[in-house]
Structures are given as structure tokens and as C-alpha cells.
């Protein structure tokens, strides 16, 4: 999907489904990479990160992919439970001190 | 408590009013960080702490911005002469060093009418 504005790219998956939500990073430079999960009225949450001498990362039900050839880095949740429902932010940078935050996508379960 | 504590949750304010918005880290976390999150975008950094000393200030919109943490623990950000512009969430976040994720509270949403 596209983000225009307030509109945020959304992805529809059904429940038990496997959800792929992607990022397109730009700093080269960078070294660490996060992803954040916010539900409405609350903070961001920590997922995952990766470093940037990794190409991929598992963590309980969630993977973090990083090419960095094409800066690109993906997070797969597998099982998608109704839980799952949430914006989802990655976040880079070349330290924890100062991370850049991408414009999240919407993640919506459907039961 | 456990997490970031930010308070109040909600604040309404004229334009032209001043506001202070305060955040409670978790306990001894020495990184403290402020960001600012505009409706259906990503959070954008504003400044960072190390213990009270302001690191980075680098993205503090205006000089009508300030934050301190004069005892390294709790920290304040201040807004003078509101304008509409600055309606927002302003989420506060805290490390337990600069090279671990940031634990996030659940911000605090200002309205500037």
C-alpha cells in the first residue's frame, strides 16, 4: 500500500496466517535496527532488532530479515493472532541513542 | 512502577499558554529520551539525556522547547507559548544504557485550541 499523509499503509491478514510487514530503511550508515509494535493509546513496544553484521534474527513467534544490499528489512509474524493488531515501526540507527523511526504500517486481524 | 510513568496523559492548552509535561523513567535507567509523535506518523526524536546531562537537543523544533533532568532521574519537557503545531503525543522513552532498546511510556496527548 501507499501513506499519503494520515494514512497509513494497512495489511489485512486473516488469523492463523503468516504477516510480512516490510520497511525500506535510508541510511546506509546504519547499524542497529528495531522494530516497534503500538497499540492505540500506548506506547511503542519492542519487538525485535538486528544487527547490522546479521541478515536475520528469530524470536518467539517473530522474524527480523535485513538485506542490506537493497535496505530492506522485513518482520514475519507468524500465526497472526487477533493480539497482532497494531501499527508496526521500524526503526534504524547507527546507535540506540538517536533511532529514526519509519511511518509504521497498520496491521489488522481478521478473526 | 515497572515502566515509563508520563503524566498527565491528556493535556488541553490555549495558544500562547505554557505547558510541562513530566516523565518518570524506569528506576536507574541512565538514558532518557523525549520524542514527538504527530497523528498517524512515526515518533520523531527531539533530545536525549545521559544521566542530566542534555546529549542531543538536535530536534527540538523551536527555542520555545526546553527539557531538563537536573538529578539524572525524572525529566521534564517544557513548552513555552503554545501553538497549534504543537499538538501532538510527546512519548517519553529510557534505557538502561545507550546500547539496549528504549522502553516507551504511553505519552502524553497534547491539544493546543
Known amino acids: 500500500g501507499e501513506s499519503v499523509g494520515l494514512h497509513l499503509p494497512t495489511l489485512s491478514v486473516q488469523e492463523g496466517d503468516n504477516s510480512i510487514i516490510n520497511c525500506a530503511y535510508s541510511?546506509?550508515?546504519?547499524?542497529?535496527f528495531i522494530w516497534y509494535k503500538q497499540e492505540s493509546g500506548k506506547g511503542p513496544q519492542f519487538i525485535i532488532d538486528?544487527?547490522?553484521?546479521?541478515d536475520k534474527r528469530q524470536g518467539q513467534r517473530v522474524t527480523v530479515l535485513l538485506n542490506k544490499t537493497v535496505k530492506h528489512l522485513s518482520l514475519q509474524i507468524a500465526a497472526t493472532q487477533p493480539g497482532d493488531s497494531a501499527v508496526y515501526f521500524c526503526?534504524?540507527?547507527?546507535?540506540?541513542?538517536?533511532?529514526?523511526f519509519g511511518p509504521g504500517t497498520s496491521l489488522s486481524v481478521i478473526p | 512502577g515497572a515502566g515509563v510513568s508520563q503524566s498527565p496523559r491528556y493535556k488541553v492548552a490555549k495558544r500562547g499558554q505554557d505547558v510541562a509535561l513530566r516523565c518518570d523513567p524506569i528506576s536507574g535507567h541512565v538514558s532518557l529520551f523525549w520524542y514527538q509523535q504527530a497523528l498517524g506518523q512515526g515518533p520523531e526524536f527531539l533530545t536525549y539525556?545521559?544521566?542530566?546531562?542534555?546529549?542531543?537537543k538536535s530536534g527540538l523544533p523551536s527555542d520555545r522547547f526546553f527539557a531538563e533532568r537536573p538529578e539524572g532521574s525524572v525529566s521534564t519537557l517544557k513548552i513555552q507559548r503554545t501553538q497549534q503545531e504543537d499538538s501532538a503525543v510527546y512519548l517519553c522513552?529510557?534505557?538502561?544504557?545507550?546500547?539496549?532498546?528504549?522502553?516507551f511510556g504511553n505519552g502524553t496527548r497534547l491539544t493546543v485550541t
Open positions: 541510511n546506509s550508515a546504519s547499524d542497529y
Open positions: 539525556f545521559q544521566n542530566e546531562a542534555q546529549l542531543d
Open positions: 538486528i544487527r547490522s553484521n546479521m
Open positions: 522513552a529510557s534505557s538502561s544504557t545507550g546500547d539496549s532498546p528504549l522502553h
Open positions: 526503526a534504524e540507527g547507527t546507535s540506540y541513542d538517536k533511532v529514526i
